[in-house]
């Protein structure tokens, strides 16, 4: 009887069924490893740019509520303005002048936001600045200046928040 000789102790790779030739298992892990760092790049590139956005409507959805209260805060304003212009008659001193303190403080309060007012009248009209209600022939003032002011326009830095609404000359 005789014996079969033993198998080649180096085995040989069987043939890929895709007729591909065998591939080198450190190659495989190595392309393996530069697909997982790839997708990790991705992945913290992606996360980055949310993290950023996230970050930048934050900032913008609380300017937009600084410049909302600042705007109901203007109507208040504007009321102030028109109690500074009646007349309180005999002994409305002393209502005159607490008008005043809390006008000057509401003032105060909207330079420290950076808020300004436009000063409209006889400058010319800007589109950009102002909203005309009323045009008015006027012989004394040129063509598209401003001569009056029926509600003030307010500026917040270089932004308009809120357009001046004018009466504009007319030739």
């Known amino acids: 009887m005789s014996e079969k000789p033993l198998a080649d102790p180096v085995e040989t790779p069987e043939p890929s069924t895709d007729g591909q030739a065998p591939s080198?298992?450190?190659?495989?892990?190595?392309?393996?490893?530069?697909?997982?760092?790839?997708?990790l790049l991705r992945k913290t590139a992606e996360f980055d740019n949310y993290r950023k956005r996230v970050e930048r409507e934050r900032r913008e959805q609380a300017d937009q509520a600084i410049v909302n209260l600042l705007q109901e805060l203007l109507l208040v304003?504007?009321?102030?303005?028109?109690?500074?212009?009646?007349?309180?008659?005999?002994?409305?001193?002393?209502?005159?002048?607490g008008v005043e303190l809390i006008h000057a403080k509401l003032y105060d309060l909207l330079r420290r936001?950076?808020?300004?007012?436009?000063?409209?009248?006889?400058?010319?009209f800007d589109p950009h600045l102002h909203e005309a209600v009323i045009h008015?022939?006027?012989?004394?003032?040129?063509?598209?200046?401003?001569?009056?002011?029926?509600?003030?326009?307010?500026?917040?830095?270089?932004?308009?928040?809120?357009?001046?609404l004018v009466k504009v000359a007319k030739a």
């Open 24 to 39: 080198d298992p450190t190659a495989e892990l190595q392309r393996e490893r530069d697909e997982y760092q790839d997708r």
């Open 77 to 97: 304003v504007d009321d102030f303005d028109l109690a500074r212009t009646v007349d309180a008659g005999d002994g409305g001193a002393a209502y005159r002048k």
């Open 113 to 124: 936001y950076g808020v300004r007012p436009i000063e409209a009248i006889g400058s010319d």
């Open 136 to 164: 008015e022939s006027s012989p004394e003032h040129r063509e598209g200046e401003v001569i009056g002011e029926l509600r003030k326009g307010y500026m917040i830095g270089d932004r308009l928040l809120r357009p001046a």
